[in-house]
């Protein structure tokens, strides 16, 4: 069964710090790009932040640029969004979804999608 599990998500206060984990299982990442995106409540979900095959590029949305950093591990088949500085405006369930090897801006062209995991900055 092809599929991608977020995990990582939670409660942390502003300023704190998470690791998002996107493991792939039924198929292997390396020819594949990960995009992490991220849906508040009542709106379109947005992209974060992408790597492409080979760890050829990363892309961030202008948000999160100097506070997350995405990187993969091809051989354990997961990807990481490293995000620091957490503020309340990061509070939204984030989502992994894969296409083949190059980012797109297209949320359409990511054919398989993990179910989401909460995150929630707060004191």
């Known amino acids: 069964q092809v599929q991608l599990v977020e995990s990582g998500g939670g409660l942390v206060q502003p300023g704190g710090s998470l690791r998002l984990s996107c493991a792939a299982s039924?198929?292997?990442?390396?020819?594949?790009?990960i995009g992490w995106f991220r849906q508040f409540p009542g709106k379109v979900r947005e992209g974060v932040s992408c790597?492409?095959?080979?760890?050829?590029?990363?892309y961030y949305v202008d948000s999160v640029k100097g506070r997350f950093t995405i990187s993969r591990d091809d051989a354990k088949n997961t990807v990481y969004l490293q995000m620091n500085s957490l503020n309340s405006e990061d509070t939204a369930v984030y989502y992994c979804?894969?296409?083949?090897?190059?980012?797109?801006?297209?949320?359409?062209?990511?054919?398989?999608w993990g179910q989401g995991t909460q995150v929630t900055v707060s004191s």
């Open positions: 039924g198929f292997t990442l390396d020819t594949r790009a």
């Open positions: 979804a894969t296409r083949p090897y190059y980012c797109s801006n297209y949320r359409g062209s990511y054919r398989t």
């Open positions: 790597i492409s095959a080979n760890n050829s590029t990363s």
